[in-house]
């Protein structure tokens, strides 16, 4: 007795270690949200009334089966089954026509008394079976007593990664589901395809299910928000997604551009408008495929988008238009002018007289406003109005249903932004909200976070608005973090000639992209390498000196120099000196070495290390 204890303890150790080396060999475990993705995008399976996939909840025959097909060529379009095909699965249970197609394909067999079983948990091995069965695998291809061989082969063909049922015994979990049917999407069938082409998709250049691409791929509308939209969706969205943030259904308003994905149970909305005039229809109004508005071309996207713009539609050059964008920022649908009124707000950054075709072979002239937004686009208005550069504008509807621009005053705001850059003073920002801060003509779009714990006085809130729900969903400041200057470093200063014939030469890089000033009679007071451009870097209304750091080294988003620890900037710039040359670099070459970086102000007010030199 003694030594069969021994034994049955000794094979107890030796299937722990098997289990584990498959663990091994399978990998690391594909990330849950992307496999969950995948999975739900192809209607393999679906969440609830809420979206939630419930993922620790056992999984059920009838269910399992179910997932089976609609994981198979053409396993959406099974319905409900002619005739009961199992005593204990009749004709009206919710799973027959799945069981009944299953069966019919070879993928599942009922138990040896007639039974199906339906309600019964799925079992690893069962599942596995399954599987196997969808790469063409059958009896013949597995040696060794049920369900040894199965389960080899689900090894080798790593669809155990994430998996945590370990037995043949062991019930499976809409988790572990989530991960079979991800692994099998890559696995390769036994004629050696990959199995997601059999679904007609591919892997991504990773040899993992392109994500984007099966959504993509199971992707209604756009259709545009107005009344009764929502009797197209045909379900309730247990997710709701407005402009790329998280949002709820009553959050999508009216004009937005929707898509939605059944299967995800998820809704994508996109409140993006564009309001000007038609100033180009390409390659015609016979076959338009994009249209020019406000100085930008956009693509169009839909068919009722070409035919609203065409020669047989409603809008032509030289009318005044609101394009509703959809998600791949192309023309979803179109409307008129009075949609967008008061969408676009921006600052005045250039004010000049520009010819227009006028639709009938000839062209006239008309001053012209160019704005920059709050969306960091610059648009282009025609405009009887007098502006000057700086001035803060609003696009409305005109008379006639033209387009015209309103002046806006000074804004009357200033506080302090919440630690978690949440709030500004009693406002808090709203999702998505647009932040321009504007330096000389250049502006920064900026989020929420990058102002957390500054101070701004009224002087540097050009402007703000607020949403129906009271918070900032619209804000322009006036130079706060220095984000829209551009940066790089000087390479060589030469000063020559005395007195009135005094002139200097200057050399730098910015970016990557070499600039000189021979001979400039201009001196601009620069101590050091590190260096910020005002104005076009070809011939700048100023070059003015950063400041230096002492050495130290790169931690995470942070340059360590001492004591001190210094913020980068999200777009920091790297140079390589070697010879006493600049080489533009990568952040990855600054990482293991003493560095030096340039900031340009404290952090405490917006500053952050702009530049960064590798020796």
């Known amino acids: 007795m003694k030594i069969k204890r021994i034994t049955a303890a000794a094979m107890a150790v030796c299937l722990s270690l098997v289990l584990a080396l498959h663990a091994s060999a399978a990998g690391t475990a594909p990330s849950l949200e992307d496999a969950s993705q995948a999975v739900t995008a192809l209607g393999i399976m679906s969440g609830d009334g809420s979206g939630n996939l419930n993922l620790s909840q056992k999984v059920t025959r009838a269910e399992f089966v179910t997932m089976v097909v609609k994981a198979s060529p053409g396993g959406d379009g099974v319905g409900q089954a002619a005739t009961s095909p199992y005593p204990d699965v009749p004709r009206g ?43 063409g695998y059958g009896p013949e291809d ?23 049922a370990a037995g043949a015994a062991s019930p499976l979990t809409r988790q572990d589901a989530v991960y079979l049917f991800y692994n099998l999407l890559s696995a390769k069938t036994k004629a050696g395809a990959p199995y997601i082409q059999s679904l007609g998709h591919s892997l991504d250049a990773s040899g993992k299910p392109d994500v ?43 004009y937005d551009v929707v898509y939605w994905n059944r299967s995800m149970n998820t809704v994508w909305a996109y409140g993006k408008k564009t309001t000007g005039t038609i ?35 409603q809008y032509h050059l030289g009318d005044a238009v609101t394009l509703l964008l959809g998600r791949s920022g192309g023309v979803a649908a179109v409307a008129g002018v009075s949609v967008g009124a008061g969408n676009q707000v921006g600052v005045v950054v250039n004010v000049e007289n520009t010819s227009y075709p006028d639709g009938s072979g000839g062209s ?25 550069k700086g001035s803060v504008v609003r696009v409305a509807a005109g008379q006639g249903d033209g387009v015209s621009l309103r002046g806006l005053g000074s804004a009357s705001l200033s506080g302090q932004v919440s630690k978690d850059g949440a709030k500004l003073d009693k406002y ?20 929420p976070g990058r102002l957390a714990g500054l101070k701004l006085d009224s002087g540097k809130v050009r402007y703000y608005s607020l949403n129906p729900q009271g918070e900032i969903d619209m804000l322009i400041l006036n130079d706060v973090t220095g984000d829209a200057y551009q940066y790089g470093v000087l390479t060589r200063f030469e000063e020559q000639g005395e007195g009135m014939s005094r002139y200097y030469t200057y050399e730098y890089d910015v970016g990557g992209v070499k600039y000189a000033l021979p001979g400039s009679t201009t001196r601009f007071r620069l101590n050091g390498v590190g260096l910020r451009v005002l104005g076009d870097p070809a011939d700048p209304d100023r070059l003015q000196s950063l400041t230096a750091t002492k050495a130290g080294q790169i931690v995470g988003n942070q340059l360590i120099a001492g004591n ?49 030199i590798v020796k």
């Open 564 to 612: 001190q620890a210094y913020t980068l900037s999200d777009d920091v710039l790297v140079y390589e000196q070697r010879s006493g040359q600049y080489y533009l670099s990568s952040l990855a070459r600054a990482e293991n070495g003493d560095v030096t970086g340039w900031y340009d102000k404290a952090e405490s007010e917006g500053g952050r290390v702009r530049v960064i």
């Open 364 to 388: 006239y002239t008309a001053q012209t406003v160019t704005l920059l937004a709050t969306d960091g686009q610059t648009y282009q208005y025609q405009s009887q109005g007098s502006y000057r």
């Open 212 to 254: 984007v691409s099966l959504v993509n791929g199971q992707m209604e509308g756009p259709v545009v928000a107005q009344r009764g939209w929502q009797s197209s969706l045909g379900f309730t969205p247990g997710k709701v997604y407005r402009n790329g943030s998280n949002a709820v259904l009553t959050n999508i308003q009216e």
């Open 93 to 135: 249970h919710w799973a027959s026509g799945y069981v009944e197609a299953a069966v019919s394909r070879g993928l599942v067999s009922a138990f040896s008394d007639g039974t199906f079983r339906p309600d019964q948990e799925i079992k690893l091995a069962e599942a596995v079976s399954m599987v196997l069965s969808l790469l």
């Open 142 to 164: 597995f040696s060794g007593a049920y369900p040894t061989g199965q389960l080899s082969m689900y090894h080798s063909l790593k669809l155990s990664s994430g998996v945590t």
């Open 428 to 447: 808090s920002f709203a999702q998505g909200a647009e932040i321009l801060d504007v330096s000389e003509s250049r502006g920064a779009v900026i989020h």
């Open 279 to 313: 100033q180009a229809i390409a390659p015609s109004g016979a076959e338009p495929s994009s249209v020019t508005v406000a100085g930008r071309t956009y693509q169009i996207e839909t068919s009722s988008a070409a035919y609203a713009l065409s020669d047989l539609g």
